[in-house]
């Protein structure tokens, strides 16, 4: 290689030698494919899968109001092919195009937990879970979902669920397909839409009229703001019109205003053990008799709400809805 360099250096030449080669490109055929990767690091997602560095590729992203997870940290990303472009839908979720991914990974205690994978293939998306190894060297595919025995983020013992191929449907599923459901524009940061069109991964930043507050600044911000965020991103992918819980007729969305629908004075379709014997599911002024709250205090079967995807009560989520409900007036 020296003798070669010298060679054309004497020829005129010049010689770029890199330091270190450029990272891998994301193993495209691997989410485009029929087949299920085993292991993580199958995709190419990562230089560091360990330490959640991505690719150049592979852009890092955040929500106003995350999911509350038993308390678990998230690190969220997306990879939108090379060329390709999400759309811009008014201002709801993203369209990501065919051969897009959206990475989801779980940390509790400073350790790698799980990673979730969306995969958009021809015939439409396709939901995955992994689970880390104790070494956190790499996830394993888990398509049976699992129990991790954990130390909740009270410091009690928790006992973690890693949900099934199949549960993934219950809160991604729309119409019986499997959707995303974090990525929209009300819930993302306006700067961050403008990086995504400005690197042209995206068509158009869109225009939101109204914005889901950040959860760190829920203290400051309106009440009915921060708890109706909550309830969007908790509670309305199976609380609307065309998810799981479309004949409760309690539609929870960000974008709902009719105050009936938000649960406001009204009765619940079908009254039983989940209702403790309360009339209403939202009581105005008064938190404590409504339905929606005594639910979202619970961790028992039947009762509880939302059904999947915790082990643990959420006291700032509770204490928006409480708040939220307690300033309504009579």
């Known amino acids: 290689m020296r003798l070669l360099a010298a060679a054309l250096l004497l020829l005129g030449g010049a010689v770029a030698v890199s330091a270190t080669p450029p990272p891998p490109p994301v193993h495209d055929w691997k989410i485009t494919g029929s087949e299920y990767p085993q292991v993580l690091s199958e995709y190419g997602f990562f230089v560091s899968a360990a330490g959640q560095i991505p690719v150049p590729t592979v852009t890092p992203y955040r929500l106003n109001t995350p999911l509350w997870s038993d308390g678990a940290e998230k690190l969220r990303f997306v990879y939108i092919p090379v060329g390709q472009q999400a759309k811009a839908q008014g201002d709801g979720l993203l369209d990501l195009p065919v051969g897009a991914a959206l990475i989801k990974t779980f940390k509790l205690g400073g350790k790698l937990i799980e990673t979730r994978v969306l995969l ?63 990525p929209k524009a009300y819930n993302l940061a306006p700067a961050w839409l403008a990086a ?107 009762i509880a709400m939302p059904e999947l995807g915790r082990a643990a009560l959420d006291p700032d989520g509770m204490a928006a809805v409480q708040k939220w409900i307690g300033e309504m007036r009579r």
């Open 196 to 302: 995504l069109q400005k690197a042209g991964k995206l068509d158009r930043v869109p225009t939101v009229a109204k914005r889901i507050p950040l959860w760190e600044h829920r203290t400051h911000a309106d009440a009915a703001l921060a708890a109706r965020g909550y309830l969007d991103v908790n509670c309305a992918h199976c609380h609307n019109p065309n998810g799981a819980a479309s004949n409760s007729g309690l539609y929870l969305g960000w974008l709902e205003s009719d105050p009936i629908k938000l649960g406001i004075g009204k009765r619940p379709v079908a009254a039983g053990r989940g209702s403790g014997n309360l009339e209403f599911d939202v009581v105005p002024g008064d938190p404590a008799h409504s339905i929606l709250y005594y639910r979202m205090a619970s961790l028992e079967g039947g």
């Open 120 to 182: 958009h293939r021809a015939e439409g998306w396709v939901a995955l879970p992994y689970v880390w190894d104790a070494g956190q060297h790499e996830a394993r595919l888990t398509l049976g979902g699992k129990r991790i025995a954990l130390a909740g983020p009270d410091g009690k013992p928790l006992s973690y669920a890693v949900p099934n191929k199949n549960q993934c449907k219950e809160c991604h599923g729309v119409s019986g397909a499997v959707t995303p459901i974090g």
